[in-house]
């Protein structure tokens, strides 16, 4: 038997991991009963199922801001999920917790988002109102349950209940948008509030850094407008002369990451003493969010989000491809519900099991790339028209 195998590192977290953290040894298990990994534990095990899946390729073609032709550089779905794990692992280890629980949860975070962002979100939840809605954690969990077909033995991906636990409580600002704290939301452990605000923390600075990129944020309005911002910049022109402006968005960006790095952590440090949290029962147990921005972060973090609600996210430039986007999904929604027997086999077999036909319809568009609902898109309506 090699020496670093599931039971090394299984008592390496009891060792070195903090008492309220989340121990791989002690999960609440799968909901299919499946034989131990002799080398990963069950959480690392978790990790590579969810990397390997086809949802998770996938989101290298579906939007974050800027839909995947528009530039080579800008944030996909993929490349923000890759981003929050490395911010939710740096987190978690600041605080003595379960980094692979945190990068399972972090890489799985965003399986369910549709096509175009929030934007098809909005356009699913729109034609699925009488029906239940759409909404995109909740059809995360519908993917590595259901979706992910893969196993002879189950259906899904089979994860651990932690996981599971993480993304149906997997909440940021975005949804609420209102209300950066969200004090609403209750999480089932410390490891899943890392991965909330490791989203939220993530998006915020390179949803600005790609706002700048584009042209549609200015760097001088930025120091006028955002306290944020401001800070950065006067820090790094004290630290280095002759920045050019790639240089200077950079360093910002960075000075910003860290700064909420280190407010996040040390505030959730202080709360962990405060509610005295000594066992994973105390987290549980626990009805106030531990792992969160500290009051006065919160305030210009809530400031930053309003800026870039109304400078960006809002912008012609954005919005345009956004209305394009949700018009493509609606008319496909429609066409395939109308015509039915124009879905993949598996779709016609789900809906001959009794799956009803708009959920069926809904959770093949949301599996969809940017890319291919333009190119499915085009198939069906461009060949109409020219047979009509």
């Known amino acids: 038997m090699a020496k670093y195998d599931r039971l090394y590192f299984e008592n390496l977290e009891k060792k070195s991991l903090a008492p309220y953290a989340v121990l791989s040894k002690r999960s609440k298990g799968r909901q299919y009963q499946e034989e131990l990994d002799p080398f990963r534990t069950a959480f690392q095990r978790d990790r590579d199922r969810i990397i390997h899946s086809k949802a998770f390729r996938r989101l290298k073609h579906?939007?974050?801001?800027?839909?995947?032709?528009?530039?080579?550089?800008?944030?996909?779905?993929?490349?923000?999920?890759?981003e929050v794990a490395q911010i939710a692992r740096?987190?978690?280890?600041?605080?003595?917790?379960?980094?692979?629980?945190?990068?399972?949860?972090?890489?799985?975070?965003?399986?369910?988002?549709?096509?175009?962002?929030?934007?098809?979100?909005a356009q699913l939840d729109e034609l699925l109102k009488d029906v239940g809605g759409f909404e995109h954690n909740l059809q995360s969990r519908r993917i590595v349950e259901l979706l992910e077909n893969k196993y002879p033995s189950f259906p899904g991906l089979n994860l651990s209940q932690e996981v599971i636990e993480g993304l149906l409580k997997h909440f940021t600002p975005f949804d609420h948008s209102d209300d950066a704290s969200a004090e609403e939301i209750i999480h089932p452990s410390l490891e899943a509030q890392v991965v909330n605000l490791a989203d939220q923390l993530a998006?915020?600075?390179h949803d600005l850094d790609d706002g700048i990129s584009s042209g549609i944020l200015n760097m001088d309005e930025l120091v006028a407008k955002v306290d944020l911002w401001r800070e950065a910049q006067i820090s790094n022109e004290f630290k280095y002369q002759n920045l050019n402006a790639t240089q200077t968005r950079f360093l910002n960006v960075r000075y910003l990451i860290n700064l909420m790095v280190n407010d996040v952590t040390a505030n959730a440090q202080r709360k962990i003493q405060e509610n005295n949290l000594q066992t994973l029962e105390d987290v549980y147990l626990c009805n106030e969010r531990i792992v969160d921005f500290s009051?006065?972060?919160k305030k210009r973090?809530?400031?930053?989000?309003?800026?870039?609600?109304?400078?960006f996210y809002n912008d012609y430039r954005v919005l345009r491809m956004m209305v394009k986007g949700k018009r493509f999904i609606n008319e496909l929604f429609v066409h395939f519900?109308?015509?039915?027997?124009?879905?993949?086999?598996?779709?016609?077999?789900?809906?001959r099991e009794g799956e009803t036909q708009e959920r069926v319809i809904a959770d093949y568009l949301s599996t969809m790339t940017d890319n291919y609902v333009i190119e499915e898109h085009k198939r069906?309506?461009?060949?109409?028209?020219?047979?009509s």
């Open 337 to 351: 519900n109308k015509y039915p027997q124009l879905l993949p086999p598996n779709e016609h077999q789900r809906i």
């Open 203 to 205: 998006y915020l600075n």
């Open 295 to 297: 009051p006065q972060m």
């Open 62 to 82: 579906k939007t974050q801001v800027f839909v995947i032709f528009e530039g080579d550089h800008f944030r996909t779905r993929l490349t923000h999920t890759l």
């Open 380 to 387: 069906i309506f461009e060949l109409d028209k020219e047979l």
């Open 90 to 121: 740096h987190i978690a280890r600041m605080l003595g917790l379960n980094e692979d629980l945190v990068e399972s949860i972090a890489l799985a975070h965003d399986l369910g988002h549709t096509p175009f962002g929030h934007a098809g979100e």
């Open 301 to 311: 973090i809530v400031f930053l989000q309003r800026f870039l609600h109304n400078q």
